[in-house]
C-alpha cells in the first residue's frame, strides 16, 4: 500500500501544479502521473482483500477521471494557441494602389496557409507547421492571376521564417480584399 501511496501523492503534486501553472507540460506531466498511479491501483486489486476492493476501485476510477480532465486542459490549451493564430484577416490586409501589403499573416480564415512547389503548383498545409511566426515579408507579386473560380486577382508571395518556398496570398483586384 506504501507504494500506492506514493504514486496518489505524486499524482496530487503534478495536479496541483499544473493547476498553478497552467501550462500544457505540467499538465501532460499530471496526466502521466495519474496513469501510473490508475495503474498501480488496478494491479493492486487482484491481491486486495474484500473489505479494500471498493475503496482501491475508487481510487484507480479517481485517477482516471483527472487524468481526463488534464487531457481536456491540454486539448483547451492547444485550442486556444490555434485560435490565438487565426486573425481576422480578411479586413486587415487589402490591396493599396493595387499593390499587396508588404507583411502579411499568411494563414487564411480556417488556419491554414498555402506554398508554392518547385514545380510552381500551390500546396495547402496546416497553420501548426509554422513554428517561427505566421507573418510573412513580401517578395514579389503577380497583378493579373487567378485563384479557383476568380479572375482579376493578384497573387503575393510572402517569405516566412521556417519555410523554405514562398507562401501564397490572392487578393481580389475589384474589392483589395484578400480572398485567400
Do not use: C
Not at 14 to 43: C, M, P, S, Y
Not at 57 to 68: D, V
Not at 95 to 108: E, H, I, K, Q, S
Not at 117 to 144: C, H, P, Q, Y
Amino acid at each position: 500500500m506504501n507504494d500506492l501511496a506514493k504514486k496518489s501523492s505524486a499524482a496530487a503534486r503534478a495536479t496541483a501544479k499544473a493547476a498553478r501553472t497552467g501550462l500544457q507540460g505540467d499538465h501532460q506531466a499530471a496526466v502521466t502521473a495519474h496513469n501510473e498511479a490508475r495503474i498501480a491501483f488496478w494491479t493492486a486489486l487482484s491481491d486486495a482483500t474484500p473489505a479494500d476492493r471498493t475503496r482501491i476501485r475508487s481510487k484507480a476510477e479517481e485517477h482516471s477521471r483527472k487524468m481526463t480532465e488534464h487531457e481536456q486542459a491540454i486539448k483547451a490549451i492547444l485550442s486556444a494557441h490555434y485560435a490565438n493564430k487565426k486573425e481576422a484577416w480578411s479586413t486587415r490586409d487589402v490591396l493599396a494602389r493595387g499593390r499587396p501589403p508588404v507583411t502579411v499573416n499568411v494563414l487564411d480564415q480556417h488556419g491554414n496557409f498555402t506554398i508554392e512547389t518547385e514545380s510552381g503548383d500551390s500546396l495547402t498545409r496546416v497553420g501548426d507547421r509554422l513554428k517561427l511566426g505566421t507573418t510573412g515579408a513580401l517578395i514579389d507579386f503577380n497583378g493579373d492571376s487567378f485563384y479557383q473560380n476568380y479572375d482579376n486577382v493578384t497573387e503575393a508571395r510572402y517569405k516566412v521564417k521556417g519555410l523554405a518556398r514562398p507562401a501564397l496570398v490572392w487578393f481580389d483586384n475589384r474589392t483589395g480584399k484578400r480572398i485567400a
